[in-house]
């Protein structure tokens, strides 16, 4: 049993490591497809094995898909929100030294989880109870502020109505497999592509500095933002870490290099969470921990383990990644970067369509128009967030 738990877990960050450099898989596919053919697995491995192995491929995925959300600006739900940020460094030579502040927030937003792991349960189990009520009133006063503190407050209101509409109406979609792939690509990602395109970008030299430049207070503000919310999220059905993110940055005001640090926390943090609110209420949020939660039942030794697994599987990745940051900062500067954008547009409207078909083509499009706004009218892209967010407000309200 040892040995295949040994086996199953450096499987997982061997899978991780394809899934988070190849942008558009996201861990939530693989994870499916393995309960899929899981009936079959199970005849050769042990439902905690299964288990292990979705935690680390879920684990190193999270850290390895910073590396095309900041160099190729692909980005998925957990991570859209640092495509910004991560982008104006790679385009100062600083790509690595993102990728390098993101991963340590990864990593301390980990073991911070993993510290508040009691804390956490206290509150799932004394107070869920009396929160819950006040939630979508706390997350609709949160976006009045995010609007109003715009100067074009009729922009903001606006990219967030039309964004939030979007997500209402793709979420309603019939068939639709991934309906977030489509859409976050769009807004967040085929958007900035193509004014990178017409601006006539280019990717200067990528200085690979071991140094990490990052004030210690940004970090530990970006820690305790995130820590409250995901706490908030983890309740709140419908709200993801890129929400969180949202949600943070209005409580700890974080700017550029602290922000990346807060997206990364909240990735790993939103899952370690999701595991620890399976475990005292029996509710699944994150879309791995589902899986996990229809191949076996949660005792404590099983628990135990599956957080040694974030551990363990967490601290690899962390030099996984610096490694292949190294080999894409070497490599990027030195490709055609129209060539290089014109590449992701054509990948990402060629998963668009084996994913979802001609309808998710449609979806993206209309996305990447509406992402446009943010940055042609000079306002936050965080108003996008809406295409999420709206729909959850819209689920509470009616």
Partial sequence: ????????????????IITGLVPGIHV?????????????????????????????????????????????????????LSVLPGQKMLLRGEGYQAVKITILGTYVGLITAIILIPIFMFIAKSVYSFLKPYLVYLLILLISYMILKEKQKFWAFLLFFISGTLGIIVFSIPNLNEPLFPMLSGIFGLSGLIISYFENTKIPFQRINQNIKLKYKELVKAIIGSSIAVFLIQ?????????????????????????????????????V??????????????GTIVVISKLLELNHKSFLLLITTFIVSGSIAVFLTLFFAKIFSKLIGKINYKLLVLSIISFIFAMTIIINGWIGIIVLITSASIGLIAPLKNIGRNHAMGCLILPVLMYFIL
């Fill in 28 to 80: 939530n596919l693989v994870a499916t497809t393995l309960f899929a053919i899981s009936p079959i697995l199970l005849n050769y491995f042990e439902p905690l094995s299964l288990a292990v192995f979705i935690i680390s491929l879920s684990l190193t995925h999270s850290f390895l898909d910073t590396i095309p959300s900041i160099y190729l600006g692909a980005p998925e739900n957990e991570n859209a």
């Fill in 235 to 271: 309740f709140f059905p419908g709200l993801g870490p890129a929400q969180g993110a949202v949600i943070s940055n209005q409580i700890v005001k974080v700017k550029n290099r602290g922000y990346l640090a807060l997206v990364g926390a909240m990735g790993t943090m939103s899952v």
């Fill in 1 to 16: 049993m040892v040995f295949e738990i040994f086996f199953v877990l450096f499987l997982g960050i061997l899978i991780g």
């Fill in 273 to 286: 969470f999701s595991l620890v609110t399976f475990y005292v209420l029996g509710k699944a949020k994150d």
